[in-house]
């Protein structure tokens, strides 16, 4: 018996990083898994292959985050498909790293398109299925919370608008017996931040841990939260960053 036995889970870009290990753990946890993701759909069809391994149904649906009509239509595909949502994952983000007078209004407007617009454009749709018990997890930054070098001032505001949105979501949502929450991950060894790529020098002194995390230790507590026992988490954010914010 898993703790998500007959749950249904929607993370957003899940083919690779952080929401393919959520995916996958949400599936050793026992739900069934529909993931989205932009281009990478031979690494999708894998996270579902892997899902299916576990004896859950899965499914990949391509869907870009910044396309609103796009990821409102996934939602609900899902519910019918998979006959209902219990779990929302807002996981999708980007990163686009420079000092805010080297960015382009393109970069500003793709960045809150798809790290702030999709989450409550995604989380809107899920309303419509989420049941008592419902759970909408979205996935901040450490950088929401303490930004100790530069370049980073269009992604920690985008992360940031997540906290507002969480505690406002709460308040909407508790009557209904749905919590909101928001797990900031710290630096995790994915494409967008390899443990060994160049970014990694300026994080690691900050870490009170010394290293990276892996995907699965963001996963653990999004599993966590997801379970029978974030019952009672509503309006707040963990932080999974190995000390980089303390
Ligand atoms: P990756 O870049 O490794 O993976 C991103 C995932 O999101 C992929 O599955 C990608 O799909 C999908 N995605 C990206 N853009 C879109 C889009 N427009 N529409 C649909 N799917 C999209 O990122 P991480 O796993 O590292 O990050 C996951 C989340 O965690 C993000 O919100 C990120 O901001 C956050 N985070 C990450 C940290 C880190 O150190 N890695 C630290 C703090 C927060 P596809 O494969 O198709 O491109």
Do not use: C, W
């Not at 960045?111 to 999709?118: C, E, G, I, Q, S």
């Not at 992360?159 to 979501?169: D, P, Q, S, V």
């Amino acid at each position: 018996m898993g703790s998500l036995d007959g749950k249904v889970a929607l993370v957003t870009g899940g083919s690779r990083g952080i929401g393919a290990a959520i995916a996958k753990r949400l599936a050793e946890d026992g739900a069934d898994v529909a993931i989205t993701y932009e281009r990478s759909a031979d690494k999708a069809a894998k996270v579902v292959a892997g899902i299916e391994e576990l004896g859950r149904r899965g499914l990949a649906l391509q869907a870009d985050s910044a396309d609103a009509a796009a990821v409102t239509s996934a939602v609900d595909h899902v519910a019918e498909e998979l006959g209902g949502l219990d779990i929302l994952v807002n996981n999708a983000g980007i990163s686009i790293a420079a000092p805010l007078d080297e960015l382009s209004l393109d970069d500003i407007d793709r960045t809150l398109a798809v790290n702030v617009r999709a989450v409550l454009v995604a989380t809107q749709a899920a309303l419509k299925h989420l049941p008592r018990g419902g759970r909408v997890v979205s996935i901040g930054s450490d950088l929401a919370e303490r930004v100790p070098f530069a370049g980073m001032s269009l992604y920690s505001a985008s992360k940031a608008a997540l906290i507002g949105f969480t505690r406002g979501l709460a308040r909407d949502l508790g009557p209904r017996g749905i919590t909101a929450t928001v797990v900031h991950p710290g630096s995790t060894n994915t494409d967008m931040n390899p443990a060994d790529g160049p970014a990694s020098a300026a994080q690691v002194p900050h870490i009170a841990l010394g290293h990276y995390a892996d995907a699965a230790d963001v996963a653990a507590t999004v599993s966590h939260v997801a379970g029978p026992d974030g019952r009672y988490l509503t309006g707040t954010a963990i932080t999974v960053d190995g000390g980089f914010t303390a």
